[in-house]
């Protein structure tokens, strides 16, 4: 060290100098850096094990050290930490907090994911939706494991509807709803607002439409919105899953019936989301292995097979959304007679049945005018037929085939006008082209061609349906809700009939307190001509005979005790001032000669009832409900009239029960997690027997003598109907599922009627002679069988 000293004006300085060598100025820089703290970095993902899931409120902190890191939306986050080794505790609500050990190296970066293990196991993922406002009076939306693990459903969405209030059924383990006394093809099932042809594989299998697909259901029993036209019954909307763009989703199932698979792919470069799902049966080939190996020699074959296919593709455009979405079915079930050596080309051996349908919709969504415009366009195929066959080799012979091609596109306007008004608007046209196809040996008998002359046999019909509607949806206080809505809608027969229909619809709802609402709705409702279920071609056909009309008038109210209880009541009267329902006679008129017009098979009716529902909305770890349906359904028809010796004697008006009138419905279901990834569950179903009306049955008989004294059964009238026993049976589940780092497991075991109750259909109307000189008996002989099926399901969820 040197000093230099010197005055400037006074004032006196020393400066000193250090002289030093550039080796020693080298290391006085090494040296500090070797005595400050050497650090690294450790960069990572928090994650739900199993699904994946990022988890952007989680927070992340290392013992010892104060400051906790919290991870952004994605789940990442980053670590400076000494070198050495740390213990890192990871927590996120809803989650097991869990603890990692990490070697840090300094100047190295350690890449880590964090996974974090739910407190409740669920082989679901559900998203919480805003609830979209009430236009209608009741609505029962089911999200989530309500869907999927009520027992003896098969994890079937749809199903989950026949143990709602104000549904009877056809058969235990049928899924098409008889809601509030109508027919099951007055309830309209829709899927994002394209309505369903059909529903079921082979009408009693699993629904077209794979689980996966399907993010919550809404089921409306009442007056519906007026969105929803041309149907007198219940409306059912699946709506599907919202694409998820975080990342790729893929799921399969395997089962007794059939396997299926899922992928969603989210394109975040172009704001693309891509779903595709398929389903393929086996159950062709196990029913048909089991059926053909138990049968005895010499009789006839059996072959069985479906599949269906849904996809969607949505793309951001703008500050709009397009939607194309396509899905459709096909199902065969044939029999086959023992083949034989020597060829004969005209004998049948063998024929079935097929259903098929295609769907394509697209569908784009908008800001305009200060609202949303929502304009749909759909295409679809429909085919349902029974055919006959000769071989080996298979040779068509003949077939009876309903066909119909459909163009439908509708657009739908929502604004908000201020604070209390919202004005809902839009119109929709469907063209539709009916056509039998009949040749060969499933042709009319006796008849080339089918005669035009009756409706139900017309071999091509061409129709359009356009209708148009309006609702504004009125807050006048904090407490009510008024929304009255109309709707008309046209009905052409092309070149035959056109019918007009003006429908009117209120709805009210006023909250006595934050907890109570009280309800009330009414409307006018029209809809085609109808079968027993939905089939193509014949509503058209049946438009000659004009539209049924009826009215609906519903009251009610819901309490809400807690956030996750509802209970609620309902009320209804629906008078039936024209109906138009064809019985399964006149389908087989399809087939008969000529072409005599049918009578006019016009009537009348009502149904009314009570519903009570008490339900535990999915919390914590169990979901439930409790319901109690009390349901009368009349027709007012022109019946035959027979005397004691079986003789008719003329015919008359009478008011007659409905063929699938249940009194008493009762509906209990209950699903509880307990342990780690266990879940049980049970449904208890209790319902009054059907009247015996001859319509799917045999003739339904009453004890008479002959002319020499001698019992005998004769015609019993359906205005004096008999009743079917009652009905009860237990469902069961059980499910266990695993959560490995990346995927879900789920193995579940669904039976439905573990009780094994047996379920009497109709009653067999015999006489017995216990010995050649004793006098017959007459005996009336319950027939019917246990409705049981198994099904053991593997799910594994990416």
């Known amino acids: 060290m040197s000093r230099l000293s010197f005055r400037l004006s006074g004032w006196a300085f020393t400066v000193g100098l250090l002289l030093a060598s550039p080796a020693a100025l080298a ?17 990572g993902t928090v994650r739900a094990r199993g699904t994946r899931r990022p988890l952007a409120d989680a927070a992340v902190q290392v013992w010892g050290m104060p400051d906790v890191v919290l991870p952004d939306a994605e789940g990442h986050f980053e670590l400076q930490l000494p070198a050495g080794t740390h213990a890192v505790e990871v927590r996120a609500p809803g989650h097991k907090p869990a603890s990692f050990l990490e070697t840090v190296t300094a100047g190295q970066q350690v890449q880590v994911i964090y996974r974090l293990d739910p407190l409740e196991v669920s082989p679901f993922e559900t998203v919480v939706r805003e609830e979209r406002p009430r236009t209608e009076v009741t609505r029962i939306s089911l999200q989530g494991p309500e869907l999927r693990e009520v027992p003896g459903t098969q994890g079937d969405p749809f199903r989950v509807i026949m143990v709602m209030p104000g549904v009877a059924s056809l058969a235990s383990g049928l899924g098409y709803p008889v809601v509030r006394g109508g027919q099951p093809a007055s309830t309209g099932f829709f899927v994002d607002g394209v309505r ?11 629904a077209v439409v794979q689980p996966e697909f399907i993010d919550s259901l809404d089921f409306l029993p009442g007056p519906p919105p007026v969105q929803y036209g041309r149907q007198l019954g219940g409306t059912v909307e699946a709506r599907l899953s919202r694409p998820r763009e975080d990342r790729l989703h893929a799921s399969a199932t395997l089962d007794f019936i059939n396997s299926a698979a899922f992928l969603e792919v989210p394109l975040a470069s172009t704001g693309t989301s891509i779903s595709v799902g398929g389903r393929m049966s086996y159950s062709g080939l196990l029913s048909t292995l089991l059926v053909n190996t138990l049968s005895a020699p010499g009789t006839k074959s059996l072959s069985a097979r479906f599949w269906d296919y849904q996809a969607r593709v949505e793309q951001q455009v703008g500050r709009g959304r397009v939607r194309l979405l396509a899905l459709g079915s096909s199902d065969v079930l044939a029999s086959y007679a023992p083949e ?3 060829p004969l080309p005209e004998v049948t051996n063998g024929g079935g049945g097929l259903t098929r349908f295609h769907r394509v919709d697209l569908r784009g969504l908008h800001p305009l005018a200060g609202g949303e415009l929502e304009v749909g366009l759909a295409v ?17 012979l003949g077939e009876l085939t309903l066909r119909q091609e459909s163009l439908a596109g509708r657009l739908r306007w929502t604004r908000a006008l201020g604070s209390t008004l919202r004005l809902t608007a839009g119109a929709d046209v469907e063209q539709r082209r009916g056509t039998i196809v009949a040749t060969g040996s499933e042709a009319p008998a006796g008849s080339e061609y089918l005669s035009e002359d009756d409706p139900l046999t017309r071999p091509t019909s061409d129709a359009r349906m356009s209708g148009a509607y309006a609702e504004l949806q009125w807050h006048p206080t904090a407490r009510w809700t008024v929304v009255p809505g109309v709707r008309a809608d046209v009905y052409q027969l092309l070149g035959e009939a056109t019918h007009t229909a003006f429908e009117p619809r209120l709805t009210v709802r006023h909250a006595l307190t934050e907890a109570l609402v009280l309800k009330g709705g009414a409307g006018l409702f029209h809809q085609a001509p109808t079968v027993l279920l939905p089939l193509p071609v014949m509503d058209l056909s049946g438009l000659r005979y004009g539209l049924q009309e009826a009215m609906q008038f519903d009251v009610g109210a819901e309490w809400r005790p807690h956030t996750a209880w ?13 109906t138009v329902e064809f019985s399964l006679q006149q389908l ?7 072409g005599v017009a049918a009578a006019d098979p016009a009537g009348s009716g009502e149904a009314f009832g ?16 409790a319901s109690y349906s009390f349901l009368q359904s009349r027709r007012r028809v022109r019946i035959e009239r027979y005397d004691d010796q079986n003789r008719m004697t003329g015919t008359s008006w009478a008011t007659v029960p409905f063929a699938f009138e249940q009194a008493h419905v009762f509906n209990a279901a209950i699903s509880r997690k307990v342990g780690s990834g266990y879940t049980l569950g049970a449904v208890v179903h209790f319902n009054t027997g059907r009247p015996e009306t001859g319509e799917l049955t045999p003739q339904p008989m009453r004890q008479s003598t002959d002319s020499e004294g001698n019992p005998r059964w004769v015609r019993r009238e359906r205005s004096q109907p008999g009743r079917l026993p009652s009905f009860w049976r237990v469902d069961l589940r059980a499910a266990r599922t695993w959560t490995l780092d990346d995927l879900m497991l789920e193995l579940s075991f669904d039976l439905l009627n573990a009780s094994f109750q047996k379920e009497v259909f109709f009653y067999e109307y015999t006489s017995e002679q216990p010995s050649p000189d004793a006098p017959s008996t007459l005996v009336r002989k319950a027939r019917g069988f246990p409705v049981f099926f198994p099904m053991l399901g593997l799910k594994g969820s990416y």
Request: aromatic share 8%; charged share 30%.
């Open 340 to 342: 034989v050596a020597e």
């Open 196 to 206: 369903l042809p059909m529903l079921y594989h082979l009408m009693v299998g699993p």
């Open 566 to 578: 509802e209970l609620s009541t309902d009320v209804f009267y629906n008078p039936m001032r024209r």
């Open 588 to 594: 087989i008129d399809l087939r008969r000669r000529g």
């Open 27 to 43: 290391e006085e820089p090494a040296k500090a850096a070797a005595e400050a703290p050497r650090k690294g970095q450790v960069r």
């Open 610 to 625: 009570l519903e009570l529902m008490a339900r535990h909305a999915p919390a914590g770890d169990w979901f439930g409900w």
């Open 380 to 396: 679809g195929a429909d085919a349902v037929g029974i055919f006959s066959e000769r071989g080996p080799p298979r040779v068509r």
